[in-house]
């Protein structure tokens, strides 16, 4: 069956029709090749990219780049008292440790952080909140939660779950399989 032809490309076209636009051309080009995988891909890939930089917009109203809110967010919700090991802090956010180890210079210097020798192993570093940093983070989260919970209101609560539990559900896949 022969999809209608999309509308022209302007730049102030939607992502959606962007998407739609991709859809047609595979299918026109490739009537017989299946490019769901690859169409699928895309439109995570736009959702991550369009959804991504409107979170990461919250960032600087609190002074802050999103690398830097991550480091202290996650620092609020898993720091045990004595900090965590820059090592741990990047796993925890999926990053590399040079990530955390300029994240952990430009939030020191402001005051709301602080690397201390880790008693257990005094080659290494404890990372760990000042009160300063737990303050931005109690104003800030808020904020940014509400402005998340905005971007998902398309969704219904349930819809949000079963997007989780499919994204869960293909990450597992992904690396049971060692596709990653």
């Not at 029709?17 to 080009?29: G, P």
């Amino acid at each position: 069956m022969e999809s209608k032809h999309p509308a022209r490309y302007t730049p102030r076209m939607t992502t959606v029709a962007l998407l739609d636009r991709i859809r047609h051309d595979w299918h026109a080009r490739e009537p017989e090749l299946d490019t769901a995988p690859m169409l699928t891909f895309i439109t995570l890939s736009r959702a991550q990219s369009l959804l991504g930089t409107a979170v990461r917009s919250t960032a600087a109203r609190a002074g802050l780049t999103s690398g830097t809110r991550d480091v202290l967010f996650t620092l609020y919700r898993s720091e045990p008292p004595q900090g965590l090991p820059p090592g741990e802090l990047a796993a925890l956010l999926a990053v590399s440790p040079a990530t955390i180890t300029g994240c952990a210079d430009t939030l020191e210097e402001r005051g709301l952080l602080t690397r201390t020798l880790d008693p257990d192993d005094r080659r290494s570093w404890r990372i760990a909140l000042t009160d300063a940093g737990r303050d931005l983070v109690r104003t800030h989260l808020p904020e940014h939660l509400a402005f998340e919970r905005q971007l998902l209101a398309a969704l219904t609560p349930d819809e949000t779950a079963a997007l989780e539990a499919l994204l869960r559900k293909l990450i597992a896949h992904a690396e049971a399989n060692a596709l990653v």
